[in-house]
């Protein structure tokens, strides 16, 4: 048997979350004993313990040996409740794993690291390591928001002359363009910084509209967002944590759109 079978119940429509309250949830997680108890009677009802190693049912309670205080005939390995779960290997109380699951699963848009962390008392890498193992545990489809720190940044591909036909460069001349970002695609690109992901769109322009909607679009409110000084970025300030570094006294971000898209080979 499996931890996930034992704690599978489909929840009901949006419609019909009536769920407990807030009090009500400090109210039965008093403290880590109590959230211990619960996950126990969740994971294994009627008192069927089985091993999270390998599953066997011939396990047995072994005094003062904690934080692992069953053993398991079969394996021969000691286990406890976390065992097998998405809080194996944590040292995070199993009572505040107990509220971070609550938090995640009744929230419609799910819930980012950023609030957790402040929801809780851990810190944001902590409370981005509890959702990951949540949503991936419950297969929950949240808003798919990068949670931050990320880095952002725009560039202009193509339109290099000498890779142009002489219609193309003629028509150019005609126009009395060909220089700057005058036949070129303009790309924004956003990094997640714990992750590593990284997000890239093309662009008809790059005002504040497009560059600050596209942040806003992928990335989670709150969440810390890094750019170059261009001030088509300045209002970020009022939905993020925005910081800005300034290329003309050498301070670069680690990241840039025109690194990433280079070594993927599509420029």
Request: hydrophobic share 35%; charged share 25%; with cysteine.
């Given at each position: 048997m499996e931890w996930k079978h034992a704690m599978s119940k489909k929840g009901p429509g949006?419609?019909?979350?009536?769920?407990?309250?807030?009090?009500?949830?400090?109210?039965?997680?008093?403290?880590?004993?109590?959230?211990?108890?619960?996950?126990?009677?969740?994971?294994?009802?009627?008192?069927?313990?089985?091993?999270?190693?390998?599953?066997?049912f011939r396990t047995s309670e072994v005094p003062n040996a904690k934080p692992m205080p069953y053993w398991c005939s079969d394996c021969r390995k000691y286990f406890s409740v976390r065992t097998g779960t998405p809080m194996q290997n944590s040292r995070v109380p199993l009572r505040k794993w107990a509220i971070a699951i609550y938090l995640c699963l009744t929230s419609l848009k799910s819930v980012s690291s950023m609030k957790l962390h402040r929801d809780i008392g851990v810190t944001q890498a902590t409370a981005w390591f509890m959702l990951h193992r949540i949503r991936?545990?419950?297969?929950?489809?949240?808003?798919?928001?990068?949670?931050?720190?990320?880095?952002?940044?725009?560039?202009?591909?193509?339109?290099?002359?000498?890779?142009?036909?002489?219609?193309?460069r003629r028509e150019l001349a005609e126009a009395g363009a060909g220089r700057g970002a005058v036949g070129k695609?303009?790309?924004?690109?956003?990094?997640?910084?714990?992750?590593?992901?990284?997000?890239?769109?093309?662009?008809?322009?790059?005002?504040?509209?497009?560059?600050?909607?596209?942040?806003?679009?992928?990335?989670?409110?709150?969440?810390?967002?890094?750019?170059?000084e261009n001030r088509s970025y300045l209002g970020l300030k009022r939905d993020f944590e925005h910081d800005s570094v300034n290329h003309a006294a050498n301070t670069w971000t680690t990241w840039s759109i025109r690194t990433a898209w280079s070594r993927s080979g599509a420029c």
């Amino acid at each position: 048997m499996e931890w996930k079978h034992a704690m599978s119940k489909k929840g009901p429509g949006k419609a019909h979350r009536a769920g407990v309250t807030l009090v009500q949830l400090m109210d039965m997680f008093p403290n880590e004993a109590a959230a211990v108890a619960w996950f126990e009677a969740a994971i294994w009802p009627d008192g069927e313990r089985f091993c999270g190693h390998c599953g066997c049912f011939r396990t047995s309670e072994v005094p003062n040996a904690k934080p692992m205080p069953y053993w398991c005939s079969d394996c021969r390995k000691y286990f406890s409740v976390r065992t097998g779960t998405p809080m194996q290997n944590s040292r995070v109380p199993l009572r505040k794993w107990a509220i971070a699951i609550y938090l995640c699963l009744t929230s419609l848009k799910s819930v980012s690291s950023m609030k957790l962390h402040r929801d809780i008392g851990v810190t944001q890498a902590t409370a981005w390591f509890m959702l990951h193992r949540i949503r991936q545990a419950w297969a929950i489809d949240d808003d798919d928001q990068f949670d931050g720190p990320v880095e952002v940044d725009e560039a202009y591909f193509g339109g290099k002359r000498e890779n142009m036909s002489l219609a193309k460069r003629r028509e150019l001349a005609e126009a009395g363009a060909g220089r700057g970002a005058v036949g070129k695609t303009a790309v924004v690109g956003i990094k997640d910084r714990d992750t590593n992901e990284v997000r890239a769109e093309v662009i008809t322009d790059t005002t504040g509209e497009t560059l600050q909607g596209f942040v806003r679009e992928h990335a989670e409110e709150g969440a810390t967002v890094y750019t170059d000084e261009n001030r088509s970025y300045l209002g970020l300030k009022r939905d993020f944590e925005h910081d800005s570094v300034n290329h003309a006294a050498n301070t670069w971000t680690t990241w840039s759109i025109r690194t990433a898209w280079s070594r993927s080979g599509a420029c």
